[in-house]
């Protein structure tokens, strides 16, 4: 059935026409009062000359400093594996990437010539052994035939010049004998280190020679490369080689190395290498740091960010980092003093690390400008409109580590006017 509305045309235009009209009056309501909120705050900060600021205290604590560089994984060691005898590949007992022992069989050659003059070597010995058995008997009857003055001393001479030119013939031949013997064990060759083998260039029935001529490509039958455990290579500035050398001379330095990957968790080391020389090019100096690689995560080639901590700041003054501003001629901050005025107080900012920087200059408890310094100037009146937390359950600055080395947050280094840390 149809509903037949009575209502006239000129009431329901009229009820469509109010609807917009009351929402439009609410939104003008609204922007009024926010406009009339903004223009009474204006005015009473106008009216008492001064801006708004956050502001936060000085707080002392130990900081370490924390370095950072990218680091460059490199094998601990690599061996290429050559032949050292002329032969035919019998046997290849590896397959390219397998990870062997130290003297793990690697290759068997064909050492049938190695054989031979082993034994021939061995037959030469037996030979010259006779010989000089027999010499030293008709020594011993010349011997006596010079006593009884039946032979002259010059035959008596030859016959003991016999027996020492045998016995050096026989020294001769036990030697060749020797070296034929270790000729012949070179037809194993096995794994001079524990690692990962690269890839094979040899086949059996391949001809090696220890001259470095391959039929195939290059006088390296396999290299082995040892990952576990591997190194990482990484630079600093000089500035921070006193204090490496300190902390190193100390005891072990823990280093930890990052991956670019997600859900990665640090791997830890410690630092084994300093370099004896800066590079004058860069004015870095060169450093090796040593980690376990049980699980193969660090492959060689790889980059990885390093970081370590050789040295604390011990009571280190700290403020926020956005607290430091940068004048035409120095670092300053604006302290808030009597009548909550500021001044421009000149600093040296040691270190920038966390969200925090260790400065000089400034005492301790000091409330300084963290937010709102873009207006002011010294002299300038403030209203502390909230302060920024500097402190956590243990006493530290919010954002400090703990006072420990190895861990991987960055930090930035930034040198005072004398140049140091």
Same mark, same amino acid.
């Given at each position: 059935?149809?509903?037949?509305?009575?209502? *006239?045309?000129?009431?329901?235009? *009229?009820?469509?026409?109010?609807?917009?009209?009351?929402?439009?009056?609410?939104?003008? #309501?609204?922007?009024?009062?926010?406009?009339?909120?903004?223009?009474?705050?204006?005015?009473?900060?106008?009216?008492?000359?001064?801006?708004?600021?956050?502001?936060?205290?000085?707080?002392?604590?130990?900081?370490?400093?924390?370095?950072?560089?990218?680091?460059?994984?490199?094998?601990?060691?690599?061996?290429?594996?050559?032949?050292?005898?002329?032969?035919?590949?019998?046997? /290849?007992?590896?397959?390219?990437?397998?990870?062997?022992?130290?003297?793990?069989?690697?290759?068997? #050659?064909?050492?049938?010539?190695?054989?031979?003059?082993?034994?021939?070597?061995?037959?030469?010995?037996? *030979?010259?052994?006779?010989?000089?058995?027999?010499?030293?008997?008709?020594?011993?009857?010349?011997?006596?035939?010079?006593?009884?003055?039946?032979?002259?001393?010059?035959?008596?001479?030859?016959?003991?010049?016999?027996?020492?030119?045998?016995?050096?013939?026989?020294?001769?031949?036990?030697?060749?004998?020797?070296?034929?013997?270790?000729?012949?064990?070179?037809?194993?060759?096995?794994?001079?280190?524990?690692?990962?083998?690269?890839?094979?260039?040899?086949?059996? &029935?391949?001809?090696?020679?220890?001259?470095?001529? #391959?039929?195939?490509?290059?006088?390296?039958?396999?290299?082995?490369?040892?990952?576990?455990?591997?190194?990482?290579?990484?630079?600093?500035?000089?500035?921070?080689?006193?204090?490496?050398?300190?902390?190193?001379?100390?005891?072990?330095?823990?280093?930890?190395?990052?991956?670019?990957?997600?859900?990665?968790?640090?791997?830890?080391?410690?630092?084994?290498?300093?370099?004896?020389?800066?590079?004058?090019?860069? &004015?870095?100096?060169?450093?090796?740091?040593?980690?376990?690689?049980?699980?193969?995560?660090?492959?060689?080639?790889?980059?990885?960010?390093?970081?370590?901590?050789?040295?604390?700041?011990?009571?280190?003054?700290?403020?926020?980092?956005?607290?430091?501003?940068?004048?035409?001629?120095?670092?300053?901050?604006?302290?808030?003093?009597?009548?909550?005025?500021?001044?421009?107080?000149?600093?040296?900012?040691?270190?920038?690390?966390?969200?925090?920087?260790?400065?000089?200059?400034?005492?301790? &408890?000091?409330?300084?400008? /963290?937010?709102?310094?873009?207006?002011?100037?010294?002299?300038?009146? /403030?209203?502390?409109?909230?302060?920024?937390?500097?402190?956590?359950?243990?006493?530290?600055?919010?954002?400090?580590?703990?006072?420990?080395?190895?861990?991987?947050?960055?930090?930035?280094?930034?040198?005072?006017?004398? &140049?140091?840390?």
């Amino acid at each position: 059935m149809e509903v037949v509305s009575h209502e *006239k045309p000129s009431a329901r235009a *009229k009820r469509r026409m109010w609807i917009p009209i009351a929402v439009i009056s609410l939104i003008a #309501l609204a922007a009024g009062a926010w406009i009339w909120h903004v223009q009474s705050t204006a005015a009473s900060t106008k009216g008492t000359g001064a801006f708004q600021v956050v502001s936060a205290p000085v707080t002392q604590t130990d900081v370490s400093v924390r370095l950072t560089a990218n680091g460059t994984v490199s094998a601990l060691q690599t061996v290429d594996v050559r032949p050292q005898i002329s032969a035919t590949v019998k046997v /290849v007992h590896i397959k390219e990437g397998q990870f062997v022992r130290k003297d793990d069989r690697l290759f068997t #050659l064909d050492t049938r010539t190695e054989d031979a003059n082993l034994s021939k070597a061995e037959a030469q010995v037996v *030979k010259d052994r006779a010989d000089l058995i027999n010499a030293e008997r008709n020594l011993e009857r010349e011997r006596g035939l010079l006593r009884q003055e039946y032979v002259s001393q010059a035959e008596f001479d030859t016959a003991q010049n016999l027996v020492d030119g045998l016995r050096g013939q026989l020294a001769i031949d036990l030697a060749s004998m020797e070296a034929s013997r270790v000729a012949r064990s070179f037809d194993e060759i096995t794994a001079p280190i524990a690692g990962r083998t690269g890839a094979i260039v040899v086949y059996p &029935g391949s001809l090696v020679q220890p001259n470095g001529a #391959l039929t195939t490509s290059g006088a390296v039958l396999v290299s082995i490369t040892q990952i576990d455990p591997i190194n990482v290579s990484f630079t600093l500035s000089e500035r921070e080689l006193a204090g490496l050398q300190q902390a190193f001379a100390k005891g072990e330095v823990p280093v930890s190395a990052k991956l670019d990957l997600a859900d990665q968790t640090d791997l830890k080391g410690r630092l084994v290498f300093i370099d004896n020389a800066v590079d004058t090019a860069s &004015g870095t100096i060169r450093l090796k740091a040593e980690f376990s690689n049980a699980d193969h995560r660090l492959w060689p080639g790889m980059f990885v960010t390093v970081a370590l901590a050789p040295r604390t700041l011990v009571g280190a003054l700290t403020v926020p980092a956005q607290a430091v501003q940068t004048g035409p001629e120095n670092k300053f901050l604006y302290v808030i003093g009597e009548g909550s005025k500021v001044a421009s107080l000149p600093v040296n900012v040691r270190l920038i690390q966390d969200g925090f920087a260790v400065v000089e200059g400034i005492a301790l &408890g000091a409330r300084v400008v /963290v937010e709102g310094a873009q207006n002011l100037r010294p002299g300038s009146a /403030v209203v502390e409109a909230g302060g920024i937390a500097t402190g956590n359950k243990d006493g530290k600055p919010a954002g400090h580590a703990p006072s420990t080395t190895g861990t991987t947050d960055k930090a930035t280094v930034q040198p005072n006017s004398t &140049g140091k840390q």
